[in-house]
């Protein structure tokens, strides 16, 4: 069992930045690709990014492609979300997920990663 605790969310202006974190407990940390996944009120949860277990193969979602920038520390068990340039349409509530077992890919469906944390409120104002 892995637990994942996020936090770093909350109320910032669009155009703006916020850095989201994600700790991990449990099992070995680098057993798992790690990622994030969001959902807007009213809409279906979607994949915003993901690591490896290597943390070399990184993967995002075109609407967040150049803007976020997903990391990983394994020594630390801490997987980090870089937002900058926030819209609008990024509030939502961000999860950390934890899943899969390939080393140098990871993926985008929901399928894929059964640990998942409470969440983290992202709110961005005009």
């Known amino acids: 069992q892995v637990q994942l605790v996020e936090s770093g969310g909350g109320l910032v202006q669009a155009g703006g930045s916020l850095r989201l974190s994600c700790a991990a407990s449990?099992?070995?940390?680098?057993?798992?690709?790690m990622g994030w996944f969001r959902q807007a009120p009213g809409k279906e949860r979607e994949f915003v990014a993901c690591?490896?277990?290597?943390?070399?193969?990184?993967n995002y979602a075109e609407s967040v492609k150049g803007r976020f920038t997903i990391s990983r520390d394994n020594a630390k068990n801490t997987v980090a979300l870089q937002m900058n340039s926030l819209k609008l349409e990024d509030t939502a509530v961000y999860y950390c997920?934890?899943?899969?077992?390939?080393?140098?890919?990871?993926?985008?469906?929901?399928?894929?990663?059964?640990?998942w944390g409470q969440g983290t409120q992202v709110n961005v104002s005009s």
């Open positions: 997920v934890g899943g899969g077992s390939s080393w140098n890919s990871c993926g985008s469906g929901t399928d894929v990663y059964y640990y």
């Open positions: 449990g099992r070995p940390f680098s057993n798992y690709a």
């Open positions: 690591a490896s277990r290597s943390g070399n193969y990184l």
